[in-house]
């Protein structure tokens, strides 16, 4: 996630058009601008006129030399913005691209996880045991904390699309 000066909101909209130049290297005359509604940021306006640029009102990026290039872009999304006023930036072959990207979280280490437990369970009680289980542990906090954070994304994902 790439951060810009809050004191960009005070600037016109050309302003931060040199400024996702900068970031991503996609020329001001290339880049079109839009909030949710699908409203152009004319460059002429300052940028706070449009209340946007947060989580629940993201400026899209969407850039003309990606879409008139010849060759298909890589998937990618690239996102820049304040910690508390992001600006979402995609390019927009590839969210109309033919094969929309499906997220998917692997749940296939849960039923080792699950007989590992059951092993674990019927170990003898020693110090060696309180080891094992101890490092078992570790491993289902770290599992669960990868699929939270999959989670987490994924519910970031979905209240992109609902804008």
Do not use: W
Not at 50 to 61: E, K, N, R, W
Not at 130 to 157: G, P, S
């Amino acid at each position: 996630m790439l951060t810009f000066d809050m004191n960009l909101a005070l600037e016109n909209v050309s302003v931060l058009k040199q400024v996702v130049e900068r970031a991503v290297k996609v020329p001001p005359e290339k880049q079109v601008l839009l909030i949710s509604g699908g409203e152009a940021l004319d460059p002429k306006r300052r940028l706070c006129h449009y209340s946007a640029g947060t989580d629940t009102s993201p400026i899209f990026l969407f850039s003309k030399t990606t879409i008139e290039g010849h060759d298909p872009p890589s998937p990618s999304v690239d996102y820049a913005g304040t910690d508390t006023s992001p600006i979402f930036l995609f390019s927009k072959t590839t969210i109309e691209g033919h094969d929309p990207p499906s997220p998917s979280v692997d749940y296939g280490a849960d039923t080792d996880l699950k007989e590992q437990v059951e092993g674990a369970l019927n170990m003898p009680a020693s110090y060696n045991t309180v080891v094992a289980r101890a490092q078992l542990a570790q491993q289902i906090h770290e599992h669960t904390r990868d699929h939270t954070r999959a989670c987490r994304q994924l519910v970031h994902d979905q209240h992109l699309q609902q804008q």
